[in-house]
């Protein structure tokens, strides 16, 4: 399974599981700021580059009521740019992927410190 499939899965999944626990007792806006934090949440992690994005897995991270999900989904993440990164040859896809680890682990860090 490639990475984003995997993220696609893991995504799916994540707003399956938000829905579900909400569909009796959140209403509508509540589904869509969830939906809107997801989103957000992954156009981060896929520009590690950008000085926003973990400015951004740190703003939604540290909120109590979503910190397992992310912090599970950064460290899902990282286990794949991991095994991609051992399993690569490639010294240019190699340097890409380290510059992604590195931003996963400092986003962990970051969410499990404040």
């Known amino acids: 399974m490639t990475e984003r499939m995997r993220r696609s899965s893991l995504l799916l999944a994540v707003v399956l599981m938000m829905g579900l626990a909400g ?3 959140q ?3 509540e589904a869509e700021r969830i ?3 997801v989103q957000a949440v992954d156009a981060a992690i896929d520009h590690p580059a950008d000085p926003e994005s973990l400015e951004t897995i740190v703003r939604y991270g540290t909120d109590s009521r979503y910190y397992i999900m992310i912090r599970g989904w950064l460290s899902q993440e990282l286990d794949g ?6 399993a690569s040859r490639n010294p240019t896809l190699r340097q890409q992927l380290q510059v ?3 931003f996963l682990r400092q986003a962990i860090r970051r969410i499990d410190l404040e």
Do not use: F, I, L, N
Not at 81 to 86: A, C, H, I, N, R
């Open 23 to 25: 569909c009796q007792t």
């Open 27 to 29: 209403p509508t806006g």
């Open 35 to 37: 939906g809107h934090m």
């Open 81 to 86: 740019v991991e095994s991609q990164y051992e």
């Open 100 to 102: 992604r680890a590195d």
